[in-house]
Each structure stands twice: as C-alpha cells, then as structure tokens.
C-alpha cells in the first residue's frame, strides 16, 4: 500500500481543520457531525441525512460546498419529479438541424437531493448510476459527471404521507445516513438566535470564503486513497463486524461488501483530517453505526418490535474484541 509523505498529511489536516472551523461559523452542532460529513466528501462517499425539519441541513450542505469551492445544486423531490428533470435530455434544435444535450441538476459536484423519498421509485432510480459510478446514460450516450461528485440527500423521518421507501440498492449506495438532531443545549440555541440577528440575513452563507479549490479537494481524497496504511488486523476487524451482521439472528440480511468498503473509506479519510498516515480501531468504530445501519434489514417480527439496524450493529460491536496489537505503519 503507497504510503505518503507525513508532512502533506499533516498540511491536509491542518486544511481540513480550517474546513471545520469555517462551517462551524454558520452551522451550530456537534463538530463531530462536520467531521463525519467531510470525511464522506473526501472519501467521495453519499450521505442520507434522516433529520426534522428546519435542522439546518440545507444550511450545512450549502456551507460545505461553499468550503471547498464546489458547485452545488439543490433539486426538490416531488411525486411528480421525472428522471429527465434530473440527468437532463436531449432537444431538437431546429435552426441548427441537430439535437443538443440539456443537461440536468445531476452535473454539479455536491447535489442536495432534498427529501428524495417524496418521489417515485422510476424518478428516484435515475440516480442509481450517478451515484454507483459518477456517470449517466441518456439515450444510450454515456455522460461521465465531474469531479468531485457526491449526493447528500434528506428524508424526513415523521412525515410519512405521500412518501416512497427507498430501495434496498439505493440505501447501499449512501455510505452514511447520519441525523443533525436539535440543538444539544439551551446555549447552542440561544447562539443560534443570536448568529441570525447578526447575519441579518436568512443565508449567509454568501459571505463564505472558500478554504480550498475543488483541484485540492480532489487531491485530499487522492491523499486518503493512496497514502493511508491500513494493517492486516484492522481489515480483519472490520470484516468481523460486517460478516456478524449478516450472521445475527434478528436480521434478516446483514450488511453488504460494500458497507465494509465504505467503513474502509471513511476510516481513510478521518486518519487525513486527523493528521495520520494509518487507521486506528476508533477510525473504525467512529462510523459502525451510520455506515451499516441502514444496510441492514430485520426479520419482520422484530422490526415491528421496533428493533433498528444500529441495535444490531451495537451488539455485534460489542462481541467482536477490538485488535490492540495493530501496526500503525509498515
């Protein structure tokens, strides 16, 4: 495995750190909420965030990509949303005598897929293929999406009317699902109130100044990609925590290869904002819960008990040992 230079490493923490602090000047929460969510854009990964309404997750998806300079594109899913008013088609220009690509809201970098179970299963399929291989097919012409491309979308958990589950292959695809949550103390509202006297202003995220291009943000996940030493003992434990679910009697289907490749990436990309060049066992145990929950489907009886994915993945967790006798680099 390519090991980097420690000093870019650390030069890309101290960047990613930046990242953090300048979010944090329009999003009040949990810092480590941010961290999460900048370790799936560097690992280039998908995140669902299941979240009440009027948390800030428009506000935090908009202040990440005004961080890293990237374009970003809002769609509003509704029951009548078709696939073509999201990867675009093809019109006839009759001056010109020749059809010419319109192309959708999906040729952005950061897309916010707002409230995507709202439309139907047809509409919500044409993002399979973006978001499985960073490319979409129009009229049988493939159109490769730029870099980078990642999707955050959000569901809202207590308004299920007029709503369609999402499919089991488009829960996989998010390598997260993550939820904000209300603010944790009457201090974190208050600040709230008072940073919205002081805007003046219901978005300010304008008056963000990017802290890197989206040339260098590329290069950070190139950096996590390439230069993260991962030892044998950490592969072996992750592969433990996923084939567990698969084995647990109160699932129905554990989680799949992918959800050990994403538990893998993320890992990655936290040693990179951390400032290492090696995965640690806390790397990994960071993100078990919103990496495999949602990949997990329950026997029928105890999903009516109200039993949920991440019980499963706590208790697998809590029977695996975790590896002390790592290698933190070749």
Not at 272 to 278: A, E, L, S
Request: proline share 5%; charged share 25%; aromatic share 6%.
């Amino acid at each position: 495995m390519k090991m980097g230079n420690i000093d870019d490493i650390k030069m890309a923490a101290d960047t990613c750190q930046k990242m953090v602090d300048e979010i944090g000047e329009v999003f009040v929460g949990n810092r480590d909420i941010l961290k999460k969510l900048l370790a799936a854009g560097i690992a280039n990964g998908h995140v669902l965030l299941e979240d009440y309404p009027g948390v800030g997750k428009t506000l935090l998806v908009k202040a990440i990509a005004k961080t890293i300079g990237c374009d970003y594109t809002r769609i509003q899913f509704t029951p009548d949303l078709l696939p073509a008013d999201i990867i675009g088609t093809r019109i006839w220009k009759q001056k010109e005598g020749v059809f010419e690509l319109m192309k959708g809201p999906i040729f952005t970098n950061i897309l916010l897929a707002d409230e995507i179970n709202r439309t139907p299963p047809k509409t919500q399929a044409a993002l399979l293929e973006a978001m499985g291989e960073r490319q979409v097919t129009i009229e049988g012409i493939r159109h490769t999406l730029q870099s980078p491309f990642f999707a955050m979308a959000t569901q809202n958990p207590i308004d299920q009317e007029g709503t369609y589950p999402l499919p089991e292959a488009q829960m996989d695809r998010f390598l997260l699902k993550l939820s904000v949550g209300y603010a944790a103390s009457l201090e974190e509202e208050s600040t709230i109130l008072s940073r919205r006297i002081a805007w003046q202003k219901e978005d300010p995220v304008g008056d963000m100044k990017p802290v890197i291009t989206a040339e260098e943000f590329v290069h950070l996940q190139q950096l996590a990609e390439t230069s993260i030493y991962v030892d044998q003992c950490i592969l072996d434990y992750v592969s433990q925590i996923v084939r567990d679910t698969r084995k647990h009697p109160k699932a129905e289907v554990g989680s799949s290869p992918r959800g050990g490749l994403a538990l893998l990436k993320l890992a990655r990309s936290m040693a990179v904002i951390n400032g290492r060049d090696f995965v640690t066992p806390d790397d990994i145990k960071m993100f078990c819960i919103e990496t495999l929950s949602h990949r997990i489907i329950l026997h029928i009886e105890y999903a009516l008990d109200d039993v949920k994915g991440q019980d499963i993945v706590n208790e697998v967790m809590q029977d695996i040992p975790v590896p002390v006798d790592y290698m933190p680099r070749k």
